[in-house]
């Protein structure tokens, strides 16, 4: 009894480490239960005691449930490297900005650019123009998806 006791005691005590970095230095990092992210392979939460991993990340949100009440912070990354071991999750990303510090504004004209570009790639039929452009209108999506999700 004693023993079932003092691992249900460990099993509240698990957390991990989230830390998202990007060129332009720290942009997160806290203490949580679990980390949701978008890896090239698909969507793959992390929660304590997992496997070691190194991942590459795709377009897309991080999404940390906190310690305390399980509230959870949205971070838009336009890919990047995860590792993770010993319950402490690093991302290195080309660029993140937490769900709260994004302009809405500044990403719709993002976006309305980005479809241009494509149309005008597509008129004069060079793909690598357009390829540039879909990746600029899917970072544009991301940065709007994340930030309908701010509280």
């Known amino acids: ?9 460990n099993l509240v005590k698990k957390y991990l480490t989230v830390n998202i970095f ?3 230095g720290e ?8 980390c949701r992210v978008h890896s090239v392979d698909g969507w793959l939460t992390i929660l304590p005691d997992h496997l070691p991993l190194l991942t590459v990340l795709d377009i897309g949100a991080v999404v940390v449930t ?3 009440e399980g509230d959870q912070d949205h971070i838009a990354i336009n890919g990047g490297a995860l590792t993770f071991h010993d319950n402490v999750i690093d991302i290195a990303a080309t660029y993140a900005i937490r769900a709260s510090d994004i302009d809405e504004a500044r990403v719709k004209i993002l976006k309305n650019q980005a ?8 008129n004069r039929e060079d793909k690598s123009s357009y390829r540039r452009a ?3 209108l899917n ?4 940065q ?3 930030s309908a999700q701010r509280k």
């Open 1 to 9: 009894m004693a023993e079932e006791s003092q691992s249900k005691s």
């Open 22 to 24: 990007s060129p332009q």
């Open 27 to 34: 942009v997160y990092s806290n203490r949580a239960y679990a």
């Open 66 to 68: 906190r310690l305390g």
């Open 115 to 122: 479809e241009a570009d494509m149309q005008e790639a597509l």
């Open 134 to 136: 879909q990746i600029a």
């Open 139 to 142: 970072r544009a999506l991301n």
């Open 144 to 146: 709007i998806k994340v």
